[in-house]
Each structure stands twice: as structure tokens, then as C-alpha cells.
């Protein structure tokens, strides 16, 4: 099966610094994935080699069969990113700033437009379309960047510590979401974080640690194999870290 993401053996570094040490991990296609690590882990780097952000010079990215190196093109067409820092316009309306977006992906204006609004559809912001994204709560933001991150209709999303600095209920409200576009849309998801509450029994667990893949599958899988009572103590005997730090 062709897998949504495939990673094979890549390493970077910053320097003499290595940020990431021989990676290899995938994401099958329609399936949410939990890429579990502390500040400092590795996945804000990992995420900018994918994105091309940097060149990876050390292993090989696949997006569905097309490598980010080679084919870039095709790779970045099926992929959708939301970054950790927000990066809407705050002076540009909700449309607008969907509009640009999907003007770099060579998507012509009436089109754009009609992909936004069905965007902000999903959104529940549809009625917000003309306000500035100043006025908007945290979690309608990243709401927004979601839906701009899909416009161009790719089949896998890379999210980036997407609720962080949201409060408890903005938090559900996105992680629900985005578990209900991997489930109803067939679209497959990283979803980069150090909360342990975000991770469900079934969900494929990565967990990365000083640049290291520790341990990869079924959430359950990871913590019988390391005869854990849940997916927080099966992190912190394979890295040695306290649990403490995988809370909000
Ligand atoms: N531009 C850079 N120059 C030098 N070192 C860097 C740079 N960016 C990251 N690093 C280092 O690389 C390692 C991995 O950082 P990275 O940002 O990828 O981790 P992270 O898991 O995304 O953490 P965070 O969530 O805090 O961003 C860290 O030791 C970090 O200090």
C-alpha cells in the first residue's frame, strides 16, 4: 500500500547539533497519527523538512509515492500544513486570507472563493467571512488555518502543536475536527504534540526523543509492549523524561 507519509532513515543537523538521527516512520492514508514528543524533540524540524522548508540532506520523504526532493511538485500538492506559529493575516478578512492562500497553490479567483466559502462552511465561520481574522478567538484562528491548510484539496495533513495557547473547550472543539476529517474524509494526519490527552487507544503513536524514534504503532500496542498503565508512563520508561511534562 502506498502510505500517505513515508520516512526513511532521515538525519539533521543544526551544526554539530543533530536534531534528528535516522527517522523512519509512516502514516497510512485516512489515518490520524500522534507524533508524541517534549520540546526539543525533533518535530518543528522534522515538519520544515517535509514542507522543504529546509533540504533534507541525509533520507528520503514520501508524500503518497512522491519524494519532497525529487518531485516536490507533486509531493507539496498533496500536502496541507498548519504551522505551531499562527500565521493568518490579522488586517486581511477570512476570505482574503483564504483567497491568497489558494492563489500560490494557481488557483483562480472565482474558484478560490467558492472553496473558501465551503471552507468556512465547515468551519462554522462561514458568517465571519468578511471580518478581519483580528477578531477572532485563538481557537476560531486555528480553525481558519485548517481549513486554508486543505483548500487545495491535499490528502495529508501536518499539524504542528495545533492546540497550543487554546483553552480546554477550544482544544476539543479542534481536535475534533480534525479526528472527524481523518475519519469522514479519508485524510491522513500528523498531528505533532506533547499531550498525552490527545492520543486515543487506536491511534499510530510516534514517539520521538532527542532526535530519536523510540517507538512506533497502536497507542495500546506501546504501552503493552512496555507493560504501562497508559500511554504517559510507556513514554516516560522509554525515555527516562517525566510524565508531568506531557500535560497542558
Ligand atoms: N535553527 C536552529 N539552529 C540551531 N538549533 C536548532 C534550530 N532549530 C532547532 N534547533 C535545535 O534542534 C533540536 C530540535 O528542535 P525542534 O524545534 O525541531 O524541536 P520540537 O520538538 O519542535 O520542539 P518545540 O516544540 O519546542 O519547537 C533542539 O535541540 C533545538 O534546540
Do not use: C
Not at 528520503?60 to 498533496?78: Q, S, T, Y
Not at 481558519?144 to 495533513?157: K, Y
Amino acid at each position: 500500500m502506498t502510505q500517505a507519509l513515508a520516512i526513511s532513515g532521515l538525519s539533521h543537523s543544526y551544526g554539530s547539533r543533530k536534531a534528528l538521527d535516522d527517522v523512519s516512520f509512516s502514516v497510512a492514508p485516512g489515518s490520524f497519527a500522534v507524533l508524541l514528543g517534549l520540546n526539543g524533540a525533533g518535530k518543528s524540524t522534522l515538519f520544515s523538512l517535509i514542507t522543504r522548508l529546509y533540504a533534507a540532506r541525509q533520507g528520503e520523504i514520501d508524500v503518497f509515492g512522491r519524494n519532497v526532493m525529487r518531485a516536490p511538485g507533486a509531493a507539496l500538492r498533496r500536502l496541507g500544513v498548519v504551522f505551531q506559529a499562527r500565521t493568518l493575516d490579522l488586517e486581511l478578512s477570512l476570505m482574503q486570507n483564504l483567497v491568497y492562500h489558494a492563489a500560490l497553490h494557481g488557483i483562480g479567483p472565482l474558484e478560490a472563493r467558492r472553496l473558501g466559502r465551503a471552507a468556512l462552511e465547515r468551519a462554522g465561520l462561514l458568517e465571519r467571512a468578511d471580518d478581519k481574522a483580528r477578531a477572532l478567538s485563538g481557537g476560531q484562528m486555528r480553525r481558519v488555518e485548517i481549513a486554508r491548510a486543505l483548500l487545495h484539496g491535499p490528502r495529508l495533513l501536518l499539524l504542528d502543536e495545533p492546540t497550543v495557547g487554546l483553552d480546554i473547550k477550544a482544544r476539543a472543539d479542534i481536535l475534533a475536527l480534525v479526528r472527524d476529517l481523518a475519519r469522514n474524509e479519508n485524510l491522513g494526519v500528523l498531528w505533532a504534540t506533547h499531550l498525552i490527552d490527545e492520543i486515543e487507544d487506536d491511534n499510530q503513536v510516534v514517539i520521538l526523543h532527542q532526535g530519536k524514534v523510540l517507538a512506533t504503532g497502536r497507542a495500546a500496542d506501546i504501552v503493552a509492549a512496555q507493560r504501562a498503565k497508559n500511554i504517559g508512563e510507556a513514554f516516560a520508561r522509554l525515555t527516562g523524561a517525566g510524565e508531568e511534562k506531557l500535560s497542558a
